[in-house]
C-alpha cells in the first residue's frame, strides 16, 4: 500500500500548456504540501493545506494553484507553464506537530520543452 | 525564520569508511530536527529524528546523529559506509508550519 501517491510520475509538455498533478494519501494524516525541487536538489516549500484550508503560500505564481478536496487529497494546477517549471514536486503529508517528520511521495518530473 | 545550512555539498568515500554530514541551523530554543535520504531517482525517506531528551539520536540503516545545541549543529555519522548509502542526503528543521530543508549533500561510496 502506498502511503502517498502521486501522478503522473513523469510529464512532459510544451510551454504555454496548463497542466495537473494529482497527490493522495492514505495515511489519516490532517496535512499535506507541495515541495519543488530544482535541478540542484533544491527543496523548497509550495503549498501547504490542513484538513483542505491553506495554510502556506510561499510567494508562488498564481499559476500555480493547490485545491485540496478533501483532506486526503491535495491537487496541483499549473497554467501557463514556463521553461523554469521544469523541476520535481513533492507531494508530503504530516500529522499535526512539531514532533512529526514528513511522509513524501515519490515525485512528478515535471519537463517544460 | 529558520534556516539550515549544509556545507559538505559532495562526499566521496570508499566503503568502510566513516561518515560524518554536517548540519547547522540558524537559531536556538526548541527545535526539532530531521535527517532526509534520497536514493537515486527516489523520494525522500525519513533517517532519524531529535525532538528532545538525549541529543544522541539513532536512526534507520546504522545511521546516528548528535545534537549540539551550543554549536547550533545535528551532524550525522555512519562509522562505516556501503555503496548502497550512495544518496541524497538533506537535514531539516521544523520551522512553525514548515519543514525547511538544508540544499543536501550528494554521497558517493565506491567498493
Redesign the interface.
Known sequence: DTAVSQTPKYLVTQMGNDKSIKCEQNLGHD?M?WYKQDS??????MF?YNNKEL??NETVPNRFSPKSPDKAHLNLHINSLELGDSAVY?CASSLPG??Y???????TRLTVV | AQSVSQHNHHVILSEAASLELGCNYSYGGTVNLFWYVQYPGQHLQLLLKYFSGDPLVKGIKGFEAEFIKSKFSFNLRKPSVQWSDTAEYFCAVKDTDKLIFGTGTRLQVFP
Not at chain 1, 540542484?40 to 516549500?45: M, R, T
Open positions: 496535512t504540501y540542484k536538489k533544491f527543496l523548497k516549500i501547504s495554510i502556506i513533492f512539531d514532533y517528520g514528513y511522509t513524501f511521495g515519490s515525485g
